[in-house]
């Protein structure tokens, strides 16, 4: 198994499991971690029998956000170490086969925040809190993070949050549809791999599926978007696990789904 120096990696038949490990700042992203991130995501990529990634985290907090003690590299503008070290790791997320579920054990702010509204799926602590603070300190979000905030919680509401560099209990982002599960602290990483096993045991094709007709509908029209289901579902048909599927039925038994 492939280490790192700052995220945590290890894999249990379909499910593979990927921490943030720099408790000590709230798991800081700085250029290493940025790395080894990406890294790490590229590696369970090509793992043809990984279904489903959880990315937690070590310590109290999934991610505070940059670490703002390690500025961008000599000659290197902020944009650029956006573009170059950031947007890698959130295409690779949107373009992995595999369902990612965020597992947020406490606090996530900055571009922690806008990377745990980016995975596919997530599970979070019913004591956090999601912090947007960039304007207190004289900034704007980043990470895409106003593209999700505004799907999710409509103009107002984003303009207010940010504006104001406020944030948002556990709560309210799972009433928003920002989060999906809330659990004690103590339970996050437990039951976001449990629900990693159960999506695991689903059919891997039709997850997939599903993933990128998600992702892409936002930028489609209606009509586009009815067609990519028609060919998505063409696909799907067409698998060995929609045999298995209708056989298992006919037998009355759970099916056991290959991802051919």
Request: charged residues 20%.
């Amino acid at each position: 198994m492939q280490e790192f120096e700052t995220v945590l990696l290890s894999t249990e038949q379909h499910v593979a499991t990927i921490r943030l490990n720099r408790p000590e700042s709230l798991n800081a992203f700085t250029r290493q971690m940025r790395r080894d991130l990406h890294q790490a995501l590229l590696a369970v990529s090509r793992m043809p029998e990984i279904r489903v990634v959880v990315l937690g985290a070590e310590g109290r907090g999934f991610s505070s956000g940059a670490d703002l003690t390690e500025g961008p590299e000599a000659g290197q503008s902020v944009e650029r170490q956006l573009l170059d070290e950031y947007l890698p790791i959130f295409t690779q997320i949107a373009s992995m086969e595999q369902t990612v579920i965020a597992a947020v054990p406490g606090v996530v702010a900055g571009i922690g925040a806008a990377l745990c509204m980016h995975c596919d799926l997530s599970v979070m602590a019913d004591n956090a809190n999601m912090i947007m603070a960039f304007t207190n300190v004289a900034l704007v979000p980043d990470g895409g993070a106003s593209w999700n905030l505004l799907r999710n919680m409509g103009y107002q509401r984003a303009y207010a949050f940010i504006a104001e560099g406020g944030k948002l209990p556990a709560a309210e982002c799972q009433a928003l549809g920002l989060v999906n599960k809330l659990v004690p602290a103590e339970e996050v990483m437990s039951t976001a791999q449990a629900w990693a096993g159960q999506l695991s045991q689903r059919a891997p094709i039709a997850l997939q599926q599903v993933k990128q007709l998600l992702r892409n509908a936002g930028a489609q029209t209606f009509v586009e978007t009815f067609q990519a289901e028609a060919k998505a579902q063409n696909v799907c048909l067409g698998s060995a696990d929609a045999a298995e599927a209708i056989t298992a039925f006919m037998e009355k038994r759970q099916p056991v789904f290959s991802g051919k």
